[in-house]
């Protein structure tokens, strides 16, 4: 469960989050469309620390993300993130880049985090590549390792910043069905997405954003086919043919 | 005299200065290296007053000569304290902090050469600063900053023949005693050259097979 209220975000002398209350429920799907510096990467990035708020709270399951004195790594353990350009680590092979945290912040033995890296790979489909080096692998495949590598840490909540949008149009698909698949199992997902697809059929709830605001919010089908927001439609008009 | 007659009567006596060119910049650069990765860290720690040491002394050892900060270091400090420091100390004590200032922006540079991403990533993973840098960061750091860490350790070893000046017997000081005693100034100085040479030429190399081992 998030819960997000009165956030506010600036960036030297631009105010990129301008008061965005907003929660997510557990197992729910919700995806944050909008044009391109409309702050719903930002808004992502703050959901898990990445970025210092300038106003108003985060509670990550009751938690308030926002108190100093909390232990955001801790926090971090259980929120996973991807993103858009993968990040996976190029001098670990596929294995290491999944293990290395659970290892490190000691929740499995060594041998544990490996089997588990297994089962994950399979999930993504990549059993083959555990000890590939990621700079051989494809976008969509890196992207799929970068989630197992997330789900490594048993995550309660998943956050997703534009996944797809560093991938050649024809892996993306593969990168979208893994997601879909989690959202299947009742993750918690975030997903910051142009795909408008993915976003009509996986999620439960969608989040347009402009201007550091969230304009409209609603379930996939009325969002798309029946937006009440002037800014919503223009921007659905622009991206939808 | 013969080239080779001069070579074997000087021979042991410029061994002798070699041995010690070795010890001061094995030392030193050993000593440089713990220094700079300190200060780097410091720099990058986003700590006001750690930042502000570390660049003070990074301008202050930039902006000197290392023979002032020779002369400084052996003759002004004990000056003033009236202390006594011999003078192969006095040498690792300046070689490691003139070094140690130049490696330091060497890391930094290096560990900046990581993109933000990385630390990013490893964080939001649940990692803490530190386990980053150390699992994650630094080790992609060190294959960026070896060309950089290889030129620093090749200037420092040039750089400890300014140690002459304060009498310390390493290779050219050995070189300019036997020139002194014998006048054969253009074949000394031409071997003492030949086996700087070959020492660098040695640390290129062994550069080169380290870069060529880090390549994934």
Redesign the interface.
């Known amino acids: 469960m998030i819960s997000v209220t009165g956030l506010k975000k600036r960036f030297g002398d631009l105010e990129v989050l301008k008061g965005i209350d907003l929660s997510v429920r557990n197992g729910e799907v919700l995806c944050i469309i909008g044009p391109s510096g409309s702050g719903k990467s930002t808004l992502l990035r703050c959901l898990n620390g990445l970025e210092d708020i300038n106003d108003g709270h985060i509670l990550i399951e009751g938690k308030d993300i926002t108190n100093q004195k909390l232990d955001i790594n801790k926090i971090r353990e259980n929120i996973g993130m991807v993103f858009q350009s993968f990040n996976l680590f190029p001098h670990m092979n596929v294995k290491s880049n999944i293990t290395l945290a659970p290892v490190e912040l000691g929740l499995l033995s060594k041998a544990d985090a490996d089997k588990r890296a297994i089962e994950l790979l399979k999930k993504v489909g990549l059993s083959d590549k555990a000890d590939t080096m990621p700079s051989k692998l494809s976008g969509g495949q890196q992207q799929r390792v970068a989630i197992a590598r997330a789900l490594a840490m048993n995550p309660n909540i998943m956050l997703f910043d534009e996944p797809t949008s560093a991938l050649d149009p024809e892996m993306v698909g593969e990168v979208l069905q893994v997601m879909k698949e989690l959202a299947k199992e009742g993750m918690t997902m975030v997903v910051v997405t142009h795909e408008m697809g993915f976003a009509k059929e996986v999620s439960d709830r969608v989040i347009f954003m402009d201007d550091g605001y969230i304009v409209e919010e609603n379930i996939p089908l009325e969002l798309f086919s029946n937006p009440k927001e002037k800014r919503t439609k223009d921007f659905l008009n622009k991206v939808l043919i | 005299m013969t080239f080779i007659e001069i070579l074997t009567n000087s021979f042991p006596v410029l061994m002798q200065g070699l041995r010690m060119t070795l010890i001061i910049s094995i030392s030193s650069i050993l000593f440089a290296m713990v220094i700079g990765l300190v200060v780097s860290l410091m720099r990058l720690s986003g700590v006001k007053v750690l930042d502000l040491i570390s660049k003070t002394y990074v301008d202050i050892i930039r902006g000197t000569p290392l023979i002032i900060q020779a002369f400084f270091l052996y003759f002004g400090v004990p000056d003033l304290l009236n202390i006594r420091i011999d003078n192969l100390t006095a040498g690792i004590i300046i070689m490691s902090l003139n070094a140690g200032a130049y490696m330091s922006e060497v890391f930094r540079g290096g560990i900046l050469s990581v ?1 933000y ?2 630390t ?9 600063n530190a ?1 980053t840098m150390r ?2 960061i630094i ?2 750091a060190v ?1 960026n900053m070896v060309p950089a860490f290889v030129n620093q350790m090749i200037i420092s070893l040039k750089d400890t023949s300014l140690l002459s000046v304060i009498g310390l017997g390493e290779l050219t000081q050995r070189g300019q005693i036997v020139v002194a005693a014998t006048y054969n100034s253009f074949e000394i100085y031409f071997i003492i050259g030949v086996m700087y040479f070959i020492l660098i030429k040695f640390i290129s190399l062994l550069g080169d097979y380290v870069e060529r081992k880090l390549k ?1």
């Open positions: 993109p991403g990385q990013e990533a490893a964080r939001s993973l649940g990692l803490s386990k699992k994650v080790p992609q294959k994934i």
